[in-house]
Each structure stands twice: as structure tokens, then as C-alpha cells.
């Protein structure tokens, strides 16, 4: 993945504002960009614009670069296909995970169904053996399928000998419902409670010891800041903690930053081009990249910290974020790659309780 240095996103953001006021063209500055990094640069002037009202200006800035988009990124031309379906706004079509359609196709594709059956694997060589039942909670469940899939490999390889309890963290009651559904089915004799919420609203409510906690895609969902006060919360209460998360720089930076449109620009266009090459009905995966990522991707490039919706770290924050949090109580027991290529990684991390 590529980075900017300090003075490129001084100059990045001076000619943003510079364009925005001026009307200024792409050939005035393209060479004063890194060649490698004209596509992503275009992509950060074009949203900038869009996020501002511009619509038609962003869309001028969208077709100068994007025939020269290679190497499965291809961000600007989805965001060229985004633009003429909304009418050149840049606002966000959708409630994220209201219909839960668009996000379970994103999760058969391909590349992210191996990269969770990796989390899976992972999950069941570092945790260690539990001589009793367990009590387990997902946070920001989904559907259910991967709480079913961790569960019953744990069960599978004999980590566990039962299953105590099963507690469902998710906001969208449209997801928890089906999470319910999904989990019941594959364990009808555990019982299971269901928190329809954010775990922002419900950490202070956790009042019994949990074994093992999982987070895949979801702790993500607030600033980091917000992430010390609930996960101290649930310190005290924890055992393990598991997170299936994407390392990308997209806590700290604040909206029209460079930095941040050029995270946005490789992780969700590397993943566009991902979820495209899958076949599937033109509808669906529309629906997976309107409703969903794009839906994520303008709340990222148009809102500020603290009312955006996605707050995605590096992995090296994370370890920060736990040592800082978590203390010497708990030590890391897994950090791996479930899916990487040169501009997305999708990771796999296990923090225990230490003795």
C-alpha cells in the first residue's frame, strides 16, 4: 500500500482548496503528482468536490484519470458509475446494514469468505483449551454466520466442550433477527440473548464473565477514543477478545484529508474491483457497493470524526489501543493475514488474559 509523505498532503490539501475556489483543471497539476499516484489524486480532488456541491466539476476531474487506472484499482471508476446513478451528489444512498442483503452477498465473495474462513482457523489454534462451556459474545453479529462458523470449530477441534451462553451485539434489528434465526438453528439448546444496539450503548451493561468475545468488522464503527472508554468497560468482564478487522488509516485522519482519501482510494477500490470479478445478478452487486461500501466510503470522505460511521486502524494502532487498554493482563496471542494483497489486508488478531 502506498503512503503520502508529510509535505505531499500539505500540498494535496493546499490544491484542493485551490481547485475548489479557482475552478482549476487536472492538467495544471497532474505533474506535480507523483505519477504512480495521479488516479488516487484525482479521487481525493473529485470527492473533495462532490462532498462541496460540485457535482459536475468532480465528475470532470472522475473521467481525466480514469483510463489510467490499473493493478485492481479502479475507484475512480466506480465512483464515476456512483455519481451518474445519484445525479452527481455524493451523498450516502442508505442506512449501512438496514437491509442486510448487501452485506451478506459482500461476505460470499470470494476473497472475504476465504479471509473469514482464515479468521475461523486462526480463532481455533490460539485459543487455548477451555475445560468448561463457554460463554461467548459477537459484537456487530451480522447475520450469524460467522458466530455459527467460529462456535462449531471450537466445538470440532475440542477447544470447547459446550457452549453456556451466546450474546448478540447488533444495531441493525433487521441483522440481529437474523442472526437469532441463524444461531438458533445451529444451537437450539444454548440460550441466547440479543442486544439490538450499538456496544457503545450496552458495555456498561455487560454483568457476567464472557470467555470469549468476538468482533469481526464492527469495533471499527467509532474513533478510537470511543474505543478505550467501551473496552474498558469490557476488560473486567473479558477472557479473550478476538477481531477480524481491515488495516487501513482511517481513525486519526480527519474528513478531506489526503491520507484518508488515499486509505479509501486502495482498500475500498481494491475491494470494489474484488466484489465485481464475482459473478453475481448486476442488481446485487450494485446493491453491495451503493448500499453498502460507497454508502461507508461518503460518510469517510464527507464526515467529520465522531459522526462518521467507520473508523478503520492500522494493526500496529491496535496493538497500541490493547497494550494501552487491556494492560499486562492481557497479552496478544495471534496477529495474522487473512487476506492480503499490495493495497488490501484483512487481519486476524487474539488478545488473552494472561496465567
Not at 440481529?176 to 442486544?195: C, N, Q, Y
Amino acid at each position: 500500500m502506498l503512503f503520502l509523505s508529510d509535505r505531499e498532503q500539505q500540498e494535496w490539501r493546499a490544491y484542493a482548496d485551490e481547485i475548489l475556489r479557482d475552478g482549476s483543471g487536472p492538467d495544471r497539476y497532474d505533474t506535480r503528482i507523483r505519477q504512480e499516484l495521479v488516479p488516487a489524486f484525482h479521487f481525493y480532488i473529485a470527492t473533495f468536490l462532490a462532498a462541496n456541491g460540485c457535482g459536475e466539476p468532480a465528475v470532470a476531474w472522475v473521467k481525466s484519470a480514469v483510463l489510467e487506472e490499473e493493478d485492481g484499482l479502479f475507484g475512480l471508476a466506480f465512483l464515476l458509475g456512483f455519481l451518474e446513478r445519484y445525479g452527481n451528489e455524493f451523498k450516502k444512498p442508505a442506512l449501512v446494514f438496514a437491509d442486510p442483503r448487501p452485506f451478506i452477498h459482500f461476505t460470499t465473495v470470494p476473497f472475504m469468505s476465504n479471509a473469514r474462513k482464515e479468521f475461523v482457523r486462526h480463532c481455533g489454534e490460539s485459543l487455548p483449551v477451555f475445560d468448561h462451556p463457554v460463554r461467548f459474545m459477537d459484537i456487530g453479529c451480522g447475520n450469524g454466520a460467522l458466530t455459527v462458523a467460529v462456535l462449531s470449530q471450537l466445538l470440532e477441534c475440542r477447544k470447547i466442550p459446550g457452549i453456556t451462553e451466546i450474546l448478540l451485539v447488533d444495531p441493525s434489528p433487521a441483522m440481529a433477527a437474523l442472526a437469532e434465526s441463524t444461531v438458533r438453528a445451529a444451537f437450539p439448546d444454548v440460550p441466547i440473548r440479543i442486544e439490538s444496539c450499538r456496544i457503545q450503548e450496552c458495555s456498561g451493561r455487560i454483568d457476567r464473565k464472557i470467555d470469549i468475545a468476538m468482533s469481526s468488522l464492527a469495533y471499527h464503527h467509532m474513533p478510537v477514543e470511543d474505543k478505550r472508554i467501551h473496552l474498558a468497560r469490557l476488560r473486567d468482564w473479558i477472557d479473550h477478545f478476538l477481531i477480524f478487522e481491515m488495516d487501513a488509516d482511517i481513525d486519526t485522519p480527519d474528513r478531506f484529508s489526503p491520507a484518508l482519501a488515499l486509505a479509501v482510494y486502495q482498500f475500498y477500490g481494491r475491494m470494489f474491483d474484488c466484489i465485481y470479478a464475482h459473478d453475481g445478478p448486476v442488481d446485487v452487486v450494485n446493491e453491495s457497493i451503493d448500499m453498502f461500501l460507497m454508502t461507508e466510503v461518503v460518510s469517510i470522505l464527507s464526515e467529520p470524526r465522531g459522526t462518521r460511521s467507520d473508523y478503520h486502524m492500522q494493526r500496529d494502532q491496535w496493538h497500541a489501543l490493547f497494550a494501552e487498554v487491556l494492560g499486562p493482563a492481557f497479552s496478544s496471542r495471534c496477529d495474522a493475514a487473512c487476506y492480503a494483497d499490495e493495497h488490501l489486508v484483512f487481519f486476524a488478531m487474539h488478545y488473552g488474559r494472561t496465567g
